[in-house]
């Protein structure tokens, strides 16, 4: 059974303050990570997908990273509009359109 | 950019009651999902379609639970007799190639 663990599971940061928020995951073969943004009340709303180790994304203030065990989600001088829950979430290699496995979150608090 | 659009974006229902959640898939994809979450829990998955069938569902998505694509628009998630524990938010999904992009969902509380 496909399982993802994210840590920690809350994190406040000051405006500004770099950190780098955990996932580590077990799959039977991956298929792709992805990670979701989370607002309040709000469906999750995709950031990025890592298909295989050692593969890197960015987009804005934010950069991903892919071992064979764990994605990182680092986070670089963040803004107060950074503050939400950020899921992992992974796809075993069954098929196209096989489900996602969520971890619970981390919820993010940038304070200015 | 098209989105996932969710109807009602809350609905309050008594046990023993059917709903139907309602769903309009972004118009080009063809795969279909629900997945629920109730509060402060992991985002779960319901079940998945595509081609007018279920291709996979969970052990959550037991007999009270059915899906159905009545036109080429929508996608509905009917609950046949409402528990309390079904009380959650509930987000319909889609993609053409991936990602899955997710709709905002419906507050379902039943009481």
């Known amino acids: 059974e496909d399982q993802v663990t994210q840590s920690p599971e809350a994190l406040r940061l000051q405006e500004g303050e770099s950190s780098s928020l955990n996932c580590s995951y077990t799959v039977s073969g991956l298929r792709g990570l992805f990670w979701y943004r989370q607002d309040p009340g709000k469906g999750p709303e995709f950031l990025f997908t890592l298909y295989s180790a050692g593969e890197e994304k960015e987009k804005e203030r934010l950069k991903a990273t892919l071992t064979k065990k764990e994605s990182f989600l680092h986070i670089t001088a963040p803004k107060p509009e950074d503050s939400a829950t950020y899921l992992c979430?992974?796809?075993?290699?069954?098929?196209?359109?096989?489900?996602?496995?969520f971890g619970k979150g981390i919820t993010l608090s940038v304070r200015p | 950019e098209p989105e996932v659009t969710q109807t009602p974006s809350h609905q309050v229902t008594q046990m023993g009651q059917e709903v139907i959640l309602r769903c309009v898939p972004i118009?080009?994809?063809?795969?279909f999902y629900w997945y629920r979450q109730i509060l402060g829990q992991k985002v779960e998955f319901l079940v998945s379609f595509y081609n007018n069938e279920i291709s996979e569902k969970s052990e959550i998505f037991d007999d009270q639970f059915s899906v159905e694509r009545p036109d080429g628009s929508n996608f509905t998630l009917k609950i046949r007799s409402t528990k309390l524990e079904d009380s959650a938010m509930y987000f319909c999904?889609?993609?053409?190639?991936?990602?899955?992009?997710f709709g905002n969902g419906t507050r379902l509380t039943v009481t």
């Open positions: 979430a992974v796809q075993g290699a069954a098929g196209a359109n096989s489900k996602l496995t």
């Open positions: 999904a889609s993609h053409g190639a991936p990602p899955l992009h």
């Open positions: 118009s080009n994809h063809l795969y």
